[in-house]
T-cell receptor, first 112, second 117 residues
Framework: KQEVTQIPAALSVPEGENLVLNCSFTDSAIYNLQWFRQDPGKGLTSLLL?????REQTSGRLNASLDKSSGRSTLYIAASQPGDSATYLCAVRLGGSYIPTFGRGTSLIVHP | EAGVAQSPRYKIIEKRQSVAFWCNPI?????LYWYQQILGQGPKLLIQFQNNGVVDDSQLPKDRFSAERLKGVDSTLKIQPAKLEDSAVYLC???????????????FGSGTRLTVV
C-alpha cells in the first residue's frame, strides 16, 4: 500500500524566505505526482503536476522536483509572501491505479 | 472554464439525520471523485465514477453512505444516518479521464463542510 508522508507538518517563516516542502512515498512505481494548495475552508487548487517521466515542473515562483528512485518530491517556493500561507498537499498516483494517495499536508504561515 | 461546483458550502445536522451533497464537475470531465477530509488529514477517496459507472468504492462505508452519478454528469453523495465521526469536509473532484494512457490531473471543488452534532 502506498504511503505518502509530508515533512514538515507545519512551517512558519518570515516573508522573503525561500522554502522547501517535502513529500515522500513508499512505492516508486508512480504514474504522476501532483501538488495542491488548500486555503482554510476551501477546496484544493492544483499547483503543479509532474509525470513519472519528468524530473521537475515550474510555475512562477514554484518549482517541483521528482526523484522516483528515492521516493521523493520537493516543492520549492521562492521569495515567499504572506499570500502563500496555506496548506500544501501532495498526491501520488501509482502506475496501474486510478486512485491518488494524499499526504497530510504541510501547513505554511508566512508572516510579514 | 467553470470549475467544479459543490453545494451546500456548510451543513450542520444532528446525528442519525440524513444529508446529501451535490457536485457538478467541469464540462467534459468523464471522471468524478468524492473525497472525505477530516480535520488535519489529507483527503481520503470515497468513490470514483467514470461517466455514470463506479470505478472504485472500496473505501465507501456502504452501510450509511451512497452516491450516484446519473447521466454521467452531476453527482450526489448521501449519508444516512449520520454519525459524529462523519464530521469532515466532503470534496468533489473531476478529471478528463483515468485510463492508463491518459495522465490528467484533478480539479477540486470548494467542498462541503459537514458538522454532525
Amino acid at each position: 500500500k502506498q504511503e505518502v508522508t509530508q515533512i514538515p507538518a507545519a512551517l512558519s517563516v518570515p516573508e522573503g524566505e525561500n522554502l522547501v516542502l517535502n513529500c515522500s512515498f513508499t512505492d516508486s512505481a508512480i504514474y504522476n505526482l501532483q501538488w495542491f494548495r488548500q486555503d482554510p475552508g476551501k477546496g484544493l487548487t492544483s499547483l503543479l503536476l509532474i509525470q513519472s517521466s519528468q524530473r521537475e515542473q515550474t510555475s512562477g515562483r514554484l518549482n517541483a522536483s521528482l526523484d522516483k528512485s528515492s521516493g521523493r518530491s520537493t516543492l520549492y517556493i521562492a521569495a515567499s509572501q504572506p499570500g502563500d500561507s496555506a496548506t500544501y498537499l501532495c498526491a501520488v498516483r501509482l502506475g496501474g491505479s486510478y486512485i491518488p494517495t494524499f499526504g497530510r499536508g504541510t501547513s505554511l504561515i508566512v508572516h510579514p | 472554464e467553470a470549475g467544479v461546483a459543490q453545494s451546500p458550502r456548510y451543513k450542520i445536522i444532528e446525528k442519525r439525520q440524513s444529508v446529501a451533497f451535490w457536485c457538478n464537475p467541469i464540462s467534459g470531465h468523464a471522471t468524478l471523485y468524492w473525497y472525505q477530509q477530516i480535520l488535519g488529514q489529507g483527503p481520503k477517496l470515497l468513490i470514483q465514477f467514470q461517466n455514470n459507472g463506479v470505478v472504485d468504492d472500496s473505501q465507501l462505508p456502504k452501510d450509511r453512505f451512497s452516491a450516484e452519478r446519473l447521466k454521467g454528469v452531476d453527482s450526489t453523495l448521501k449519508i444516512q444516518p449520520a454519525k459524529l465521526e462523519d464530521s469532515a469536509v466532503y470534496l468533489c473532484a473531476s478529471s478528463l479521464g483515468i485510463s492508463l494512457g491518459q495522465n490528467y490531473g484533478y480539479t477540486f471543488g470548494s467542498g462541503t463542510r459537514l458538522t454532525v452534532v
